[in-house]
């Protein structure tokens, strides 16, 4: 049973610290999105991938976060410097994305890590 | 633009009984794609079906049940016999052809109380 894994599922850190969340989506799956949930905006896109080129990141604080897919197994979501409204649940989700005309795919997304920025 | 609007917040109901929660979008694209997730109170987000825009037939999974009416934009779930572990947030999301990106609405929280 394919899944999308994230890790960490925890951290708890300082404001002003490093943070490095990653993922690994699911195999042959070509399109990677980081959201972000808060009860007060919900569920927020901040960036996506698909064949590993950054398409649409938006959505994301560019001065402190930054999203990369170093390589098809691999995609990180990096905040420098935390801070304490960086406090949510940021998931992961792959796909599979065909040229235009093709079937959607269905998004599916990892378990979340919860980030605690004190 | 596109948008998803479930209009009811929070849903209380007791076991056994039928619930309906209600999704409406909006979107100028003539082919689009149409999701329900589930989030458990472990926080994970499930994927329960996926319609496109062509096709309006009804689908039935076990409990669950789906009613897409393309004439009122609607996509509505109905769980039949509601159970304690069907208490989540359901998210309703759109998804427009040239795009990859979801839209989700803002989820609406079931309460199924034995």
């Known amino acids: 049973d394919a899944r999308v894994t994230q890790t960490p599922r925890d951290k708890v850190t300082e404001m002003g610290q490093e943070v490095t969340m990653r993922c690994q989506p699911i195999?042959?799956?070509?399109?990677v999105f980081w959201y972000r949930q808060t009860m007060m905006q919900g569920l927020e896109l901040l960036a996506y991938?698909?064949?590993?080129?950054?398409?649409?990141d938006s959505g994301m604080p560019k001065d402190r976060f930054s999203a990369e897919m170093p390589d098809a197994t691999l995609a990180t979501l990096k905040i420098q410097p935390s801070e304490p409204r960086d406090s949510a649940v940021y998931f992961c989700?792959?796909?599979?994305?065909?040229?235009?005309?093709?079937?959607?795919?269905?998004?599916?997304f990892g378990p979340g890590t919860r980030l605690l920025v004190l | 633009a596109q948008k998803v609007t479930q209009a009811q917040t929070e849903i209380s109901v007791v076991e056994k009984e039928d619930v309906t929660l209600d999704c409406v979008y909006e979107?100028?694209?003539?082919?689009?794609?149409l999701f329900w997730y589930k989030q458990p109170p472990s926080g994970e987000l499930v994927f329960l079906i996926r319609?496109?825009?062509?096709?309006?037939q009804n689908e039935i999974s076990g409990r669950y049940s789906w009613n897409f009416q393309k004439s009122t934009s609607s996509f509505n779930f109905t769980i039949t016999a509601s159970q304690v572990v069907d208490s989540a947030v359901y998210f309703c999301?759109?998804?427009?052809?040239?795009?990859?990106?979801?839209?989700f609405g803002t989820g609406t929280r079931l309460q199924v109380f034995p």
């Open positions: 999301a759109l998804s427009a052809l040239n795009t990859d990106k979801l839209i």
């Open positions: 991938f698909r064949n590993r080129a950054p398409l649409d």
């Open positions: 989700a792959s796909g599979l994305s065909l040229l235009a005309g093709g079937e959607r795919e269905t998004q599916y």
């Open positions: 319609r496109n825009s062509f096709d309006e």
């Open positions: 195999l042959g799956h070509n399109t």
């Open positions: 979107t100028r694209d003539t082919t689009y794609y």
